[in-house]
């Protein structure tokens, strides 16, 4: 089942630029993921947060959790022309092992 | 992509064929997923095996098999009876979190 929701459904903005993505989801979770897709290819794993964790680091990526409202951003700073993809946050499937739960994704575009 | 391949890239079926799509992982890791992706969706569950000759249906198994006779194997088979097979297949493994990808299947129905 689809349990994360991202938002915006698209962005575009310029080289530079920060770029924030939203997720919800619905039920409870473990911990959350943020994972890339450059077209037609497979997806690339970002950054994950614990549902005991408020934000996390990585590079230029910023995440937050704020679990009393079931939801999530991902804060890409100064972004290139490279960080144009679809991003998706994930959240785990109780009860399915290591299985996830995906939302429809943001697609960010970001031009030169 | 690194340590997980599919094959083939690109497929194309004639409606009431089955047809396998490989995927194959060199990461030592003890579950594999298989996922489907329709053009502006997320990606959804078809099945998983969390080891050797066990495996579990996921959200959308119908029409679907697979096997894991091999812990560095798990093919997923589209049946004749999938109604609307036309997607991209990813297939992903995992030694806990997170999960690591291969590069997917397009599949077409002709």
């Known amino acids: 089942s689809q349990q994360g929701e991202e938002d915006p459904q698209a962005l575009s903005i310029q080289e530079g630029e920060n770029a924030t993505m939203n997720c919800s989801y619905k039920t409870s979770i473990n911990n959350l993921q943020w994972y890339r897709q450059n077209s037609g290819r497979g997806l690339v794993h970002l950054i994950l947060i614990r549902s005991n964790e408020r934000e996390k680091h990585s590079g230029r990526l910023r995440v937050t959790l704020d679990t009393s409202k079931k939801s999530s951003s991902l804060l890409i700073t100064a972004s290139r022309a490279a960080d144009t993809a679809s991003y998706f946050c994930?959240?785990?499937?109780?009860?399915?092992?290591?299985?996830?739960?995906f939302g429809k994704g943001t697609s960010l575009l970001v031009t030169p | 992509d690194g340590g997980i391949t599919q094959s083939p890239k690109y497929l194309f079926r004639k409606e009431g064929q089955n047809v396998t799509l490989s995927c194959e992982q060199n990461l030592n890791h003890d579950a594999m997923y298989w996922y489907r992706q329709d053009p502006g969706q997320g990606l959804r569950l078809i099945y998983y095996s969390q080891i050797v000759n066990d495996f579990q249906k996921g959200d959308i198994a119908e029409g679907y098999s697979v096997s894991r006779e091999k812990k560095e194997s798990f093919p997923l088979t589209v049946t004749s009876a999938q109604k609307n097979p036309t997607a991209f297949y990813l297939c992903a493994s995992s030694g806990g979190l997170p999960q690591f990808f291969g590069p997917g299947t397009r599949l077409t129905v002709l």
């Open positions: 994930a959240t785990d499937a109780r009860n399915s092992g290591y299985a996830l739960n």
